[in-house]
């Protein structure tokens, strides 16, 4: 989270019906949605300015997602084999698809919003990451050709509504090479709210996460849980909620269509 003062600025969103609250150093208060069939103008938001370290922004890759990546004795290991693919849906400034690269991934962000792929492009250019590469486009119609060994969720489940949840756990799967991965940042973790596996999802975005719930998503769909892991102190990319790593393996045998 930023250091910097709070800074709260109102954005009339969705042809004006909706006012969404940015701010600066915590993204709780950052929608006052309250149907979860509404989609979020991402474009609308980005466009009225989202700087370094504001409202989802953490101005730098997850520090437990670096952890990782920099593991060399990491059991189990991440996939290594070709394709070697990795993505990032809602990648925002595409801080982890730098990091990914950096890990010798072909790596890939994915973004709603055409300001915010111009904002990615503009953080590898400063980082000299020519390889890195930002698509604009809908997740939900990305095509389903099992093209990629890692997959990295950080507040993309959260941020979408909790109608769509079934859909992002098949197309996770369509989009996963035999054997690939999820990592997964499970946040917002708010204790103190119902869990939303029980059914309560509340209000957002961010839509308060859980474990639980990751799990009701991707266990039914043959997705074999690796790891579950607290996110504490100095790893925390948000220190205003918390959040656990978890690790997903894809299945290894990919079903043949039934004639």
Request: charged share 20%; hydrophobic share 40%.
């Amino acid at each position: 989270s930023s250091s910097c003062s709070p800074r709260i600025n109102s954005i009339m969103l969705i042809n004006g019906v909706i006012t969404k609250r940015i701010l600066r150093s915590s993204f709780l208060l950052f929608s006052t949605t309250t149907s979860a069939s509404e989609m979020t103008n991402w474009e609308g938001m980005w466009q009225s300015g989202i700087s370094e370290g504001q409202a989802f922004d953490a101005a730098k890759t997850e520090p437990k997602l670096v952890e990782l990546l920099n593991n060399k004795n990491l059991d189990p290991p991440l996939p290594a084999a070709a394709p070697k693919r990795a993505f990032v849906p809602g990648c925002g400034r595409g801080y982890s698809v730098v990091s990914l690269a950096e890990a010798g991934y072909e790596a890939e962000g994915l973004e709603l919003s055409p300001t915010a792929s111009q904002a990615a492009r503009a953080y590898f250019d400063s980082k000299n990451a020519s390889g890195c590469k930002v698509h604009v486009g809908d997740f939900f119609e990305w095509p389903e050709e099992n093209q990629y060994s890692v997959v990295f969720d950080s507040t993309f489940l959260c941020a979408i509504p909790p109608t769509m949840r079934t859909l992002w756990a098949s197309k996770m799967k369509g989009i996963l090479a035999p054997g690939g991965e999820i990592i997964m940042n499970v946040f917002p973790l708010i204790p103190s709210k119902p869990d939303p596996a029980d059914g309560d999802v509340g209000s957002g975005p961010p839509f308060v996460m859980s474990t639980r719930l990751v799990s009701q998503l991707l266990e039914p769909l043959g997705f074999t849980k690796l790891t579950e892991e607290p996110v504490t102190g100095d790893l925390k990319a948000r220190g205003f909620a918390d959040e656990t790593f978890m690790r997903w393996r894809a299945p290894s045998v990919i079903a043949e269509p039934e004639l």
